[in-house]
């Protein structure tokens, strides 16, 4: 069989299968995802040692840091997978949900209900959760899935689609609506942007240049997950303590993913009272400040200085590239505006519409800019690291939106369905 066969048969495989799970009960469906559960915790041995392999190699290659802690599986992070999975099982199946309806004045009714998309397909780099996340997401709502995973995380994947294979299978549904493509390479990647009629909606998730390309390559439809260029605003009124501890979490709890902050600006008339103290907290924590003039001048990092050369928890001066930057490490750019409005120009500016963030003690500040800020999701007086499915509910995530077409923020079930009509006669002619 020739290669370009071999993709074929696999993403055919896939759209058969998902025809088959697009009639299963939930009861079905949630059995085969306990299934998967099971196999992940039976399985972390060889799903740990397998990870180990693609670490050496990015440690090798050095991707760095944040992608190195994207990629990181170990027994903890296998056991959270499985209870993410779990959690999905007690979701409500959004397939058959009736979204509206009614009955016309002739007497035929009408319903507009959930159905699955189909197959899905994931395009992603070096985050092997996504895997499990969107097959068990997928599973549940009806869909199978097409993933390439990315080089990076090749032996890891591997190892996960055979266990979820196995898994489903055992649970009596078809293995196969969960396929691996990360054989083919970049090559399959591209052919997957291609494969309208086999796939019929299309995720990316990870750098803003894979995005890009997906978008712009793509004929498949596409579900756009962008980059996080995440604020967070600090106004005159906000409480000191609230302003750290919300700045330092949306930082440092976990800084390669897509929802931690890189900017911080906060209102000229608070700065004497908050900077120094927030500066203080991140450097604890080891960030390396990038900041405009005013800010390296009130906090002691004038250019010149020692704290001015580069280094853990050290203080620079910012440059253009800071506040377009996501940087996906314990870095972060921060910046002093004179006004509310000051603020909303630079995130309208330079925010990726993902996350953007206000700490305030002001009602009308607050809603000033939830209305303003267009951003997939909009916070007042709380941590951006909230932005997740899981947080939200929805168990597990596909993936953030920023666009706004069909799903804007994260994407669980629903997201992962269209709708169709359901017209019930007697008998009626127009």
């Excluded at 992608?67 to 056991?79: E, N, P, Q, W």
């Excluded at 993913?257 to 120094?276: D, G, M, W």
């Excluded at 390396?288 to 050290?314: M, N």
């Excluded at 997740?388 to 804007?408: C, M, N, P, W």
């Amino acid at each position: 069989m020739s290669h370009e066969d071999r993709f074929l048969t696999t993403l055919d495989r896939a759209r058969v299968a998902a025809k088959s799970l697009a009639t299963v009960s939930t009861a079905a469906k949630n059995a085969a995802l306990a299934s998967i559960a099971d196999a992940l915790v039976a399985n972390v041995d060889d799903i740990v040692a397998a990870n180990a392999l693609d670490l050496a190699r990015g440690e090798e290659q050095q991707i760095g840091a944040g992608l190195l802690d994207r990629l990181t599986l170990d027994a903890a992070r296998v056991a959270a997978l499985s209870d993410a999975v779990r959690d999905i099982i007690g979701l409500p199946d959004p397939v058959g949900q009736v979204v509206r309806g009614g009955t016309l004045e002739n007497g035929v009714a009408i319903s507009q209900v959930r159905v699955p998309f189909g197959v899905v397909g994931a395009i992603y780099e070096a985050r092997p959760n996504v895997t499990v996340d969107i097959a068990a997401l997928a599973l549940k709502s009806g869909n199978g899935a097409v993933l390439r995973g990315g080089s990076a995380a090749e032996q890891t994947n591997r190892v996960l689609v055979r266990v979820i294979q196995d898994a489903v299978t055992s649970a009596g549904l078809a293995g196969d609506a969960i396929q691996t493509i990360d054989e083919f390479g970049r090559e399959g990647a591209s052919r997957l942007m291609r494969a309208r009629g086999y796939v019929d909606v299309l995720i990316p998730r990870g750098s803003a240049g894979l995005i890009s390309t997906v978008v712009q390559e793509s004929t498949v439809p596409v579900i756009e997950t962008g980059s996080g260029v995440v604020h967070v605003f600090v106004d005159e009124t906000a409480d000191k303590d609230m302003a750290v501890s919300i700045v330092r979490n949306a930082k440092t709890h976990r800084p390669s993913v897509c929802n931690a902050a890189e900017t911080l600006l906060v209102h000229r008339a608070a700065a004497q009272r908050l900077l120094p103290p927030i500066i203080a907290a991140l450097r604890e924590k080891d960030v390396r400040i990038e900041a405009d003039a005013r800010t390296l001048t009130l906090v002691g990092g004038a250019p010149g200085s020692d704290t001015a050369e580069p280094g853990s928890g050290s203080i620079q001066a910012a440059t253009d590239a800071t506040w377009e930057t996501e940087h996906h490490a314990l870095e972060m750019g921060v910046k002093i505006v004179d006004s509310l409005e000051d603020a909303l120009a630079h995130i309208e500016r330079y925010s990726t519409r993902h996350t953007d963030a206000i700490v305030t003690a002001n009602y009308r500040n607050a809603e000033q800019f939830l209305a303003r800020v267009d951003s997939a999701v909009v916070m007042v007086n709380a941590s951006t690291r909230f932005t997740d499915g899981g947080e939200f509910g929805f168990g597990a995530e596909v993936g953030i939106s920023t666009q706004k077409l069909h799903a804007r923020g994260p994407m669980g079930l629903a997201e992962l369905t269209s709708t169709k009509w359901l017209v019930r006669g007697a008998g009626q002619i127009r």
